[in-house]
């Protein structure tokens, strides 16, 4: 166990449906990132969240979009679902530079 | 930006034999870089990291890696495979200047021959 809770870690779903992916970051660690893995992109950077507040943003979709509240868990919200969306989808959370990841979700679009 | 390349897509090699993946980063500064191991279905789980001070850093699983900032590299090895290292491996670049979100390459798929 990483530290890092992610849950669900499958989700299937249909195009055009909206699904919640949920974040739990180890204790004390103020930053959550939010990462994308898929065969043909690899793993790209989405988005990073520090005490609550939006840091950086990576290749994001608009139907995308994320937040951390106060008790700093995260969640990565996924709208308007299509086909190319399905992919592992990782957290992670960090002190610094050193980052834990989560073990994923794993969300396939039918 | 920051970039990195894994020009390796898939090695394959024999039980008890040496291993080096390689690993190139382009980034302007002093960068803070990673690797990672990924078995299949599962998550990512780091092997080593490099922040500063001695350039070889030493890992979890026998695994070593070493910083040559002449050549922007910060390739992974290990003197003997066991079976149990087939997996896939990334490399990561990240810095303070970018809030240390951590840019991957594209992975090595290291496949084991008995």
């Known amino acids: 166990d990483s530290g890092v809770t992610q849950t669900p870690k499958h989700l299937i779903t249909a195009t055009g449906q909206r699904v919640t992916l949920r974040c739990s970051p180890r204790?004390?660690?103020?930053?959550v990132y939010w990462y994308q893995q898929s065969l043909d992109q690899g793993l790209q950077f989405l988005i990073q969240?520090?005490?609550?507040?939006?840091?950086a943003k990576g290749n994001i979709l608009e139907r995308f979009s994320a937040q951390q509240f106060p008790d700093l868990h995260s969640e990565l919200n996924l709208s308007s679902l299509e086909l190319g969306d399905s992919a592992l989808y990782f957290c992670?959370?960090?002190?610094?530079?050193?980052?834990?990841f989560g073990s994923g979700t794993r969300l396939t679009v039918v | 930006a920051q970039s990195v390349t894994q020009p390796d897509i898939h090695i394959t090699v024999s039980e008890g034999a040496s291993l080096e993946l390689r690993c190139n980063y382009s980034?302007?500064?002093?960068?803070?870089l990673f690797w990672y191991v990924q078995s299949p279905g599962q998550g990512l789980q780091l092997l080593l990291k490099?922040?500063?001070?001695?350039?070889l850093v030493q890992g979890i699983k026998g695994f070593e890696a070493e910083f040559k900032r002449s050549q922007s590299s910060f390739n992974l090895r290990k003197p003997s495979v066991h079976w149990s290292d087939a997996a896939e491996y990334f490399c990561?670049?990240?810095?303070?200047?970018?809030?240390?979100?951590?840019?991957f390459g594209k992975g090595t798929l290291l496949t084991v021959n008995p």
């Open positions: 992670a959370s960090s002190v610094g530079p050193s980052y834990t």
């Open positions: 204790s004390g660690d103020l930053s």
């Open positions: 969240y520090y005490n609550g507040e939006e840091r």
């Open positions: 980034y302007g500064a002093t960068p803070y």
């Open positions: 490099y922040f500063s001070g001695d350039t």
């Open positions: 990561a670049v990240g810095a303070r200047g970018s809030n240390y979100k951590l840019t």
